[in-house]
Antibody, heavy 118, light 107 residues
Framework: QVQLQESGPGLVKPSETLSLTCGVSGFSISSGYYWAWIRQPPGKGLEWIGSIYHSGTTYYNPSLKSRVTISVDTSKNQFSLQLTSVTAADSAVYYC???????????WGQGTLVTVSS | DIQMTQSPSSLSASVGDRVTITCQASQDISSYLNWFQQKPGKAPKLLIYDADTLATGVPARFSGSGSGTDFTFTISSLQPEDIATYFCQQYDNLPLTFGGGSKVEIK
């Protein structure tokens, strides 16, 4: 069974960098699929942040591209998100997920709430 | 970006009722559409992909249809465990984009 688990600080100060990691079990990242970060502000809809392939190929949402870096560590079977210069608008539940680039998003992590506040 | 417009944003129906949600894309996305169910405090769960294909293990009372710009999601007989918010999402073009959600409640 494929499982994803987000980890990282739940509180980040404004202007600092948000860093999250997604550990994957039950499936090797190197076996294929794309690995995504998706966020959801409390009570609002879903926003795709970006995705990465095991080769390191990345795709980012243009609305966040200047502040986002997604990286992969195949040896640890995990991938990570960095979002710089955060503001309160970046407060959200952050999900990691597995998907076909042009296809279904079939496995999700449970999500982790990140609050941006001083 | 492709805009996904869902309606209604919320609805209330009785157990056993047929429930229909629509999703309209701002441009032709062929059949490149997912539907998700999200219960409070939980991650979204994939129900339907390719607009009309039921994901593994999803009950047959859920169905999807449509192509191009207009799509429909149906629960044929609403059950108490179906209380959730439902989202559509297109994967014809990057960035991947989601509808605003449709909250389904029991009357």
């Amino acid at each position: 069974q494929v499982q994803l688990q987000e980890s990282g600080p739940g509180l980040v100060k404004p202007s600092e960098t948000l860093s999250l990691t997604c550990g994957v079990s039950g499936f090797s990242i190197s076996s294929g699929y794309y690995w995504a970060w998706i966020r959801q502000p409390p009570g609002k809809g879903l926003e795709w942040i970006g995705s990465i392939y095991h080769s390191g190929t990345t795709y980012y949402n243009p609305s966040l591209k200047s502040r986002v870096t997604i990286s992969v560590d195949t040896s640890k079977n995990q991938f990570s998100l960095q979002l710089t210069s955060v503001t309160a608008a970046d407060s959200a539940v952050y999900y990691c997920a597995r998907h076909k680039l042009y296809g279904e998003i079939d496995y999700w992590g449970q999500g982790t709430l990140v609050t941006v506040s001083s | 970006d492709i805009q996904m417009t869902q309606s209604p944003s919320s609805l209330s129906a009785s157990v056993g009722d047929r429930v229909t949600i629509t999703c309209q894309a701002s441009q032709d996305i062929s059949s490149y559409l997912n539907w998700f169910q999200q219960k409070p405090g939980k991650a979204p769960k994939l129900l339907i992909y390719d607009a009309d294909t039921l994901a593994t293990g999803v009950p047959a009372r859920f169905s999807g249809s449509g192509s191009g710009t207009d799509f429909t999601f149906t629960i044929s007989s609403l059950q108490p465990e179906d209380i959730a918010t439902y989202f559509c999402q297109q994967y014809d073009n990057l960035p991947l984009t989601f509808g605003g959600g449709s909250k389904v409640e029991i009357k």
